[in-house]
């Protein structure tokens, strides 16, 4: 599985698949980096990841500056599970929009009970 950064008309498309770590977010910065300022979205669908680390959650927060510093908007279309469990463990859950978790919660509300994380360990 590969993450791939793609132009949609003026729309970012940023597939993260597999897994999202330090090996592999190299490239994947450098194209984020090249979006032409002209984006007015960029948009990330998470939902085939199956591992991340704290790389990955950095290229989405540099996505997220990126779409800021260009007035465009930002939006997680769906992640995985054990995205969400990383993003809520980190709080980032709260400052990025995430639409929905598949097979999950979506709109950023949480899940009711307490979120186990020993599967990230």
């Known amino acids: ?18 897994s999202v770590d330090i090996n592999t977010t190299g490239e994947l910065r450098n194209a984020i980096q090249a979006v032409p300022t002209s984006a ?8 085939d990841v199956s591992y991340i680390d704290s790389s990955g959650v950095a290229v989405m927060l540099l996505a997220k500056q990126v779409a ?10 769906a992640v995985s599970p054990m995205v969400m469990k990383v993003l ?18 979506s709109e ?11 599967d990230l360990f």
């Open 1 to 18: 599985m590969s993450n791939t950064v793609e132009m949609n008309g003026a729309t970012a498309q940023i597939t993260l698949a597999g």
């Open 40 to 47: 007015t979205a960029f948009v990330i669908n998470a939902a």
């Open 68 to 77: 800021e510093r260009s007035s465009a908007s930002f939006t997680i279309t």
């Open 88 to 105: 809520e463990l980190a709080k980032l859950d709260q400052i990025l929009k995430i639409k929905s978790v598949v097979g999950g919660q």
């Open 108 to 118: 950023n509300k949480p899940s009711s009970g307490s979120t186990d994380f020993s």
